[in-house]
T-cell receptor
Framework: NAGVTQTPKFQVLKTGQSMTLQCAQD?????MYWYRQDPGMGLRLIYY???????DKGEVPNGYNVSRLNKREFSLRLESAAPSQTSVYFC?????????FGPGTRLTVL | AQSVTQLGSHVSVSEGALVLLRCNYS??????LFWYVQYPNQGLQLLLK??????LVKGINGFEAEFKKSETSFHLTKPSAHMSDAAEYFC????????????FGQGTELSVKP
């Protein structure tokens, strides 16, 4: 099992550009999550999906959109990137009370 | 609202010394509590979790944590630090009826000196 995979690993964008971060899990989990990690702030929830076809906002959703494409895949889109979105992004999935995390995407917005 | 506070953003111990990482939480209902570890340039890995069973929870790599409701604490300990324990540690809380959403503390970076 690969667990939770994320692409790309690194990305540099210019302000105003758009991009989609991809996440997939092979554990047949219903729930999936997107977090951002910033120094001294821990991880903060951006969006989550409790099951295929449903999504909901987390703590810091502004500037992001998500798509739960199917049970395996949950993508995060930045429509118009801003320097404040420079961060490390983690996807996670859960089939119960434990979340399993991907390796992260390091995004820099210039 | 739930929140998590980790006391100390950096903790340094000598190899073989006790590791104590502090976590306090606030929650209006019985929480689920977690400790995750993050090694450099990697994702988060679950160390241990409390989900209303035994209050003393044992995890991987010799770590354990005790849930103390009266102190609203869930401190992480390890009797003897190893160089490989150097990493960032995150405490997190969730509620059983909130779809597993986690609220994280700000993290504690553990350094281990030879």
């Amino acid at each position: 099992n690969a667990g939770v995979t994320q692409t790309p690993k690194f990305q540099v964008l210019k302000t105003g550009q758009s991009m989609t971060l991809q996440c997939a899990q092979d554990m047949n989990h219903n729930s999936m999550y997107w977090y951002r990690q910033d120094p001294g702030m821990g991880l903060r929830l951006i969006y989550y999906s409790a099951s295929e076809g449903t999504t909901d906002k987390g703590e810091v959703p502004n500037g992001y959109n998500v798509s739960r494409l199917n049970k395996r895949e949950f993508s995060l889109r930045l429509e118009s990137a801003a320097p404040s979105q420079t961060s490390v992004y983690f996807c996670a999935s859960s089939g119960g009370d434990t979340q399993y995390f991907g390796p992260g995407t390091r995004l820099t917005v210039l | 609202a739930q929140s998590v506070t980790q006391l100390g953003s950096h903790v340094s111990v000598s190899e073989g010394a006790l590791v104590l990482l502090r976590c306090n939480y606030s929650s209006s209902v019985p929480p689920y509590l977690f400790w995750y570890v993050q090694y450099p340039n990697q994702g988060l890995q679950l160390l241990l979790k409390y989900t209303s069973a035994a209050t003393l929870v044992k995890g991987i790599n010799g770590f354990e944590a005790e849930f103390k409701k009266s102190e609203t604490s869930f401190h992480l300990t390890k009797p003897s630090a190893h160089m490989s324990d150097a990493a960032e540690y995150f405490c997190a809380v969730s509620r059983y009826n909130q779809g597993g959403k986690l609220i994280f503390g700000q993290g504690t970076e553990l350094s281990v000196k030879p």
